[in-house]
């Protein structure tokens, strides 16, 4: 069964540093999404990306954050300048017409 | 503000019995609906989806849906240890835009 891939599965990293999280969403999807899980709180919206374009972001996605779909497979979140805050849980998310399938997630640490 | 209300638990029933978990949520446009489960350090996995109103079966789950009342429930029937995880309730409003996440119920099932 196709699945939606992430890498590296944990990222350590200090605060000010930049970091990128990985995605391979499933082939034939169309919109993908990033979300964060802080530690003990609910999933929470990032940014939804279709046709090579944010469609919508959260106010959590500020100048900090970028998306970019590289090639035709990936799909990536950049952190440019990452906070003690940013340590969550970050799931990238594809989506068929009606269903939306979550990758394994990257445990960013910063520290 | 878009919410999904769910009792944050922990729920606690015997093995065996039925598991019942509900969950409101307050944007009435909301025409996807979602179940999911969520293993500690893992990413959400999709249980169930309805998007009409009645229930929904498959195997052990059932979803019911009333948009009059804006609630959604989960039945597990014949729990099973291996359900103890985290349910989350999510709401879409179309079909590709993205998903809002209730904060979860916790169920244990003792066996």
């Known amino acids: 069964e196709p699945e939606v891939t992430q890498t590296p599965s944990h990222q350590v990293t200090q605060m000010g540093q930049e970091v990128i999280l990985r995605c391979v969403p499933i082939s034939n999807h169309l919109y993908f999404y990033w979300y964060r899980q802080i530690l003990g709180q609910k999933v929470e919206f990032l940014v939804s990306?279709?046709?090579?374009?944010?469609?919508?972001k959260s106010e959590i996605f500020d100048d900090q954050f970028s998306v970019e779909r590289p090639d035709g497979s990936n799909f990536t979140l950049k952190i440019r300048s990452t906070k003690l805050e940013d340590s969550a849980m970050y799931f990238c998310?594809?989506?068929?017409?009606?269903?939306?399938?979550f990758g394994p997630g990257t445990r960013l640490t910063v520290l | 503000q878009k919410e999904v209300e769910q009792n944050s638990g922990p729920l606690s029933v015997p093995e065996g019995a039925i598991a019942s978990l509900n969950c409101t949520y307050s944007?009435?446009?909301?025409?996807?609906f979602f179940w999911y489960r969520q293993y500690s350090g893992k990413s959400p996995e999709l249980i169930m989806s309805i998007y009409s109103n009645g229930d929904k079966e498959d195997g052990r789950f059932t979803a019911q849906l009333n948009k009059a009342s804006q609630y959604v429930s989960l039945l597990i029937r014949d729990s099973q240890p291996s359900d103890s995880a985290t349910y989350l309730c999510a709401v879409s409003e179309t079909s590709y835009d993205k998903v809002i996440f209730g904060p979860g119920t916790s169920l244990s099932v003792i066996p």
């Open positions: 990306f279709y046709n090579n374009e944010i469609s919508e």
């Open positions: 998310a594809s989506r068929t017409t009606d269903t939306q399938y």
């Open positions: 944007d009435r446009v909301s025409q996807s």
